[in-house]
C-alpha cells in the first residue's frame, strides 16, 4: 500500500509499504477514506519531538471503511463505514473504566519511554512516535485498527466524510476543554487559538451554555472563520497592545470566566516572554514556547478555569503563582474521544455544528507531503488539508 511515511525534520515522503494485517482478535482493517493533518503532527516535523523513526507512517486523525475484523470484532462488519478515535482505548483496564479513555493502561506497548517524563504513561496513539506506542499512522491506503469495537464509531447517512472525518479528534479535543470548563450557562469563555481545536473549542463552548466566546489569532482568515461561522469576537494579537488588558477591558474588568489554551508548546507572541522562549527553543534548553499558556493563567479571573488542549512537553517561566493565589482551576488532557464522539454525531446530524468547515482544502494521499508544507505554512487560509486516498 501507499503510506505518508516521516524520514527526519522536514522530510516527508509517500512511500510503498506493507499492508497491515490483523494481529489481535479485536483489530479490524480499514480502508481509509479519508485523513487530515494535525498541529500536534509539526511537533515531530519541525524536531520538537524525538522518538520517531525513519520510515514512521503518521496521521492519526482519520474515517474508513471497515474491509475485515478480527474474531473478537461483535459491533462491525465488512463495509461499515466508521471514523475512528485518535487515541486508541481497550474499554477494559480501570482509566477506560473511569472513561479517561487516552489513559489507557493497555495501549501503550512502549510505555517505558514515557515514564522517565510522565511518571506513567499514556494510552497508545496512531502515527504519533514510538513514546506513545510507535503505531503505524493513518495517511495510508489501509491502517490496523485495535480493538475496533471501543474505537470505530459508525458514520450515519447524511453525515459527509468532511464532516466526520474531524469526530477523531479535532471535534472531541475542542469540545473536552469546553467540558473542562464545567460551564453552567451565561459564562464568557476566550480561546487561545482558532485552528482546528480552537474553532472546535469556541462552537463547543457556545453549545455548553456560553454567553460569550472570545477568540485569539493572528491570521485574519482564522478571526474571520471564529466570527462568521461560530459568532466568536476576535482579537487579533498582533494588533492589540496588551491582550491581558484588553479582555480585562472586554469582560468589564472582571476577567473571563474560562480560558481555553488550543495553541501548545509553538506558540507565538510579541512579548519579550516570547522572544525568551524562542531563544531557548532553539538552543534545544527547553521545548516549548508557552505564551499562550501563560496569558490564559494570566488572563483567567481568580477562580476560574483554564483548560489546556495544546501540546506541551516541558515548559518554564509557568506561572504558577498566578493559578495558586487566584484559586484557579487547571484542567487538561489528551482527548477522551470515546466519551464524546457518540453525543458529537448527534450534534453534527442535527446540524448544531459543522466541523466540515475545517476542511479548506483537499489533496490526494500522495500530494501529501504538499498538504503538509501548506498547513504548516497556513498558506492560502488553510485550516486543515485532508487526505483521499
Ligand atoms: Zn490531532
Ligand atoms: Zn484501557
Known amino acids: 500500500m501507499r503510506a505518508l511515511c516521516w524520514h527526519g525534520v522536514n522530510d516527508l515522503r509517500v512511500d510503498t509499504v506493507e499492508d497491515p494485517t490483523i494481529l489481535n482478535p479485536h483489530d479490524a482493517i480499514l480502508r481509509v477514506t479519508m485523513s487530515t493533518t494535525c ?9 520538537y519531538i524525538p ?58 506497548p512502549n510505555w517505558a519511554m514515557q515514564e522517565p517524563l510522565f511518571g506513567y504513561a499514556t494510552g497508545g496513539i496512531y502515527g504519533y512516535t514510538h513514546a506513545f506506542g510507535g503505531y503505524a499512522g493513518a ?20 453525515v459527509s466524510d468532511e464532516q466526520a472525518v474531524f469526530l477523531s479528534d479535532a471535534v472531541p479535543t475542542g ?5 473542562f470548563c464545567n460551564l453552567r450557562g451565561g459564562e464568557t469563555v476566550v480561546v487561545w487559538g482558532c485552528g482546528g481545536v480552537g474553532l ?42 496588551d491582550i491581558l488588558e484588553t479582555l480585562k477591558e472586554m469582560t468589564g474588568g472582571r476577567g473571563p470566566d474560562a480560558c481555553i489554551d488550543a495553541v501548545g508548546m509553538e506558540a507565538h507572541g510579541t512579548g519579550i516572554g516570547y522572544k525568551y522562549d524562542r531563544v531557548k527553543q532553539a538552543l534545544h534548553l527547553v521545548s516549548d514556547r508557552a505564551q499562550a499558556l501563560r496569558e490564559a ?16 512537553g516541558i515548559t518554564d517561566k ?8 487566584k484559586g484557579l482551576t487547571l484542567r487538561t488532557a489528551q482527548q477522551h474521544g470515546q466519551a464524546y464522539v457518540p453525543r458529537l454525531m448527534e450534534h ?26 501548506m498547513f504548516k505554512k497556513k498558506k492560502d487560509g488553510c485550516i486543515r488539508a485532508v487526505f483521499a486516498p
Open 39 to 47: 498541529g500536534s503532527d509539526l511537533h515531530f516535523i519541525n524536531g
Open 51 to 108: 522518538m520517531m523513526r525513519s520510515g514512521d507512517i503518521i496521521g492519526h486523525e482519520f474515517m474508513g471503511e471497515i474491509i475485515e475484523t478480527g474474531p473478537q470484532v461483535t459491533k462491525l462488519k465488512k463495509g461499515d463505514r466508521v471514523v475512528v478515535s485518535s487515541f486508541i482505548a481497550c474499554n477494559k483496564c480501570w482509566y477506560c473504566e473511569q472513561k479517561l479513555y487516552s489513559l489507557c493502561d493497555n495501549t501503550n
Open 139 to 158: 495517511h495510508a491506503t489501509y491502517v490496523r485498527v485495535p480493538f475496533a469495537d471501543t474505537n470505530c464509531f459508525i458514520v450515519p447517512e447524511g
Open 175 to 179: 469540545y473536552m476543554g469546553a467540558d
Open 200 to 241: 472546535m473549542a469556541q462552537k463547543s463552548a457556545f453549545l455548553l451554555g456560553a454567553e460569550r466566546v472570545i477568540a485569539i489569532d493572528r491570521f485574519p482568515e482564522r478571526l474571520e472563520l471564529a466570527r462568521t461561522k461560530v459568532g466568536a469576537e476576535t482579537i487579533d494579537y498582533e494588533k492589540s497592545d
Open 297 to 312: 493563567i494570566l488572563a483567567c479571573r481568580k477562580g476560574g478555569t483554564v483548560a489546556v488542549l495544546g501540546v506541551y
Open 318 to 325: 509557568f506561572p504558577m503563582g498566578a493559578l495558586m493565589n
Open 348 to 373: 453534527v446530524s442535527r446540524g448544531e455544528l459543522d466541523p466540515s468547515i475545517l476542511a479548506t482544502h483537499h489533496f490526494s494521499l500522495e500530494a501529501a507531503p504538499r498538504g503538509y508544507e
